[in-house]
């Protein structure tokens, strides 16, 4: 009992803190999940040294970041993505290769790190946090603009093609070399996964679906839903992808036409419990101490830099054609890196490729970009809405700007 | 990430398995908790050996748990038990004298076992699984029956008493000797805690939910909720209480009036999720071994027989004045042992106290009643919903048998 009762302890105060310093962040206009990273400094080793790393917690974690993907995928709808179109499908390539090169350039050729680390450090700049863009769009009511859709289909392909690169990453960075062999094996792997989780999958949901008790989306729905998110995370890592791919893969497929917003609330009541359990975790793994070096500081600063005028120059070279204030709306609604940059630094240091202080440098990208990304965001779109009222001559589109509720 | 693989692996097939046999257990109008068990004692090490023990696993299960007590503490009120009354209390507290003396006496007497052997048999044998119960009766639409509320208000009135006779039990048993200061102590504790919980609580609860935003349910309302969950039960082991009794009165004091419901059906997703970990770890436990000696196979029939003669006993020395079948009913509406005796076999199994073959002993005899009480009790609310048909002349009555959706 007395492990047990020492868990609890842990998770308590990991709930509290992470609850009580989002709720913080929210009143500040920020985004919850940096108040929640925010509480794991704090409790943390670094800190107050209240929570102690352990082997439970580490795993509660994987399983919290795994439904905090699949909810993500969830709430993507492929068809939707679809009409947006190339526009999204290149602002997500240019700004998935703009970050990579410069992050994995800088590690090369800045600091002479090795290629592992290298490529590491790209793939931590690549991924763009699907969450937290949605949910600065949905407070400010402003989902269905243009920009916004495609904000969210460039930053849905963007997840998908960060983890894809993730993938590779981390096949050549444990093989210790650029094998183009195994290379080439994941991205078979990858791509028949990925193939069959779309073709074979999404219609055997839908045959699933049609048979599930319709009047309610009762435990039924949910049982399918859980089963398909532990199926799919169980099995990517047996072909070599991340169990977290395979959660946003069964977030995919599982679509239940007017069900989905009940199994959405159903999940999002699993990730409220569990979800802060990782992102508190992820931030007792930072250690304080790296940032005392005037070298990781400066080195801080310099990927900081990079991660956010890479983001913004894919939007200015892709989307030039809609003018200079649409384009750099999209460019700075890709900028956060949330959880997913923090989600590939950690694969990293586990892994033992990238060490503490790097680590650190891309968790305070992570946050940084996370916390600076909803401010610019909202004066871009202020304006982009005051010029639109200002041509059409009413008022309405400053109305817009008030939050939805 | 092998460790977590191999963890997702086994969550998989427990998840798989549990939900499985528990929609076959369903189809057959069992109770789905049977199904989830028997799972358990299918993938665990006396059959097939899919799932090994883990302390992930034990620790997960020890969560799911909290959550199903603390979703039992939602569903109850305390008022409308109030209303119920002495009759109630008076079944509830016969319901647990009877076969606490039955179990700790065939123990002590029957097979010469020690004082705490026998104090953990008396203690598994004592509570009423609300749940199931509560199950039943709202399948068949009866649950606003006179004899529904006593039914439920005697079963949670059993729950804290069985809960509280546990928290003894497992003081003298841990002693070592009946130690009669420690014993009032525990009382002290258990009084104090109950105390501070329902008359600090419960006003602190309410004060706190005024001040939540009110228009809907949201992750505010269930992170309060969540809070006091985790909290009472990080602080039930501190005085000497198990964690889950903790999480019971959590339950117990989160009283948010036209929110109840929603909040409800969140915990609702998230124990989904999590508690069929609890009941397949407790099936793994079985040994199946144990019943292959004719002497734990009598036991067996006989701890079963006491164990459902002494609830219906309850039932007609308290409410015989209800007539023969009202009480009848009453008396088998108590029988199911569900979760409860089976949570305090384990922990007798864990301190050590009990052996695999009582372990064993006790989970059959839960496993059971819980499926023999559901058949009975729609025979015999059949039977007096017939003869009050006939007395009435109407056959709204027979109508009534049908179930509510």
């Known amino acids: 009992m007395d492990g047990t009762t020492e868990v609890l302890t842990a998770l308590l105060i990991m709930f509290a803190a992470a609850k009580a310093l989002g709720y913080v962040m929210e009143r500040l206009n920020q985004p919850a999940v940096v108040g929640e990273i925010l509480a794991g400094v704090i409790i943390g080793p670094s800190v107050l040294g209240l929570v102690q790393a352990s082997e439970f917690i580490d795993i509660l974690a994987e399983l919290a970041v795994i439904v905090l993907l699949f909810r993500v995928g969830l709430e993507v709808n492929l068809k939707d993505m679809m009409e947006v179109g190339l526009l999204a499908l290149g602002v997500a390539v240019v700004g998935v290769v703009l970050p990579f090169i410069a992050g994995a350039g800088l590690v090369a050729w800045g600091i002479n790190g090795d290629l592992p680390v290298a490529l590491f450090m790209g793939a931590a700049m690549v991924a763009t946090s699907v969450g937290i863009t949605a949910r600065v769009l949905s407070d400010m009511g402003q ?12 930053a849905v392909i963007d997840d998908v093609l960060g983890l894809l690169v993730l993938a590779m990453v981390a096949s050549i960075a444990v093989s210790g070399e650029v094998s183009w062999s195994d290379l080439g094996i994941t991205i078979g792997a990858t791509v028949a996964f990925v193939a069959a989780v779309l073709l074979l999958g999404r219609p055997l949901m839908a045959s699933i679906a049609r048979r599930l008790p319709h009047p309610e989306t009762g435990p039924a729905t949910l049982f399918v839903a859980l089963l398909v998110m532990l199926g799919l995370s169980a099995l990517a890592p047996l072909i070599g992808l991340a169990a977290i791919v395979g959660a946003f893969f069964a977030g995919l497929i599982v679509e ?3 069900r989905q917003p009940a199994l959405e609330k159903q999940v999002d009541s699993i990730s409220e419990f569990l979800v802060p359990f990782f992102f508190v975790s992820v931030g007792t793994k930072v250690e304080l101490t790296a940032f005392t070096s005037r070298e990781t500081l400066g080195l801080t600063v310099l990927v900081l830099v990079l991660a956010m005028i890479t983001k913004v120059a894919a939007g200015w070279l892709v989307a030039f054609r809609s003018g200079w204030l649409s384009s750099t709306l999209i460019g700075v609604g890709m900028m ?6 923090i989600i590939v630094a950690l694969m990293g240091l586990s892994l033992g490729i990238i060490d503490q202080n790097l680590y650190s440098v891309v968790v305070a990208m992570s946050i940084i970009t996370t916390i600076v990304a909803p401010p610019i965001l909202k004066v871009v779109l202020s304006r982009l809405m005051a010029k639109e009222a200002q041509h059409s001559g009413g008022p309405t589109g400053v109305e817009q700007v008030k939050p939805a509720q």
Chains 1, 2 share one sequence.
């Open 256 to 258: 239940l036409g007017d």
């Open 336 to 341: 956060p890196r949330g959880e997913v940059g």
């Open 143 to 154: 989902l269905q603009r243009r920009e916004s859709r495609t904000i969210l289909g460039a």
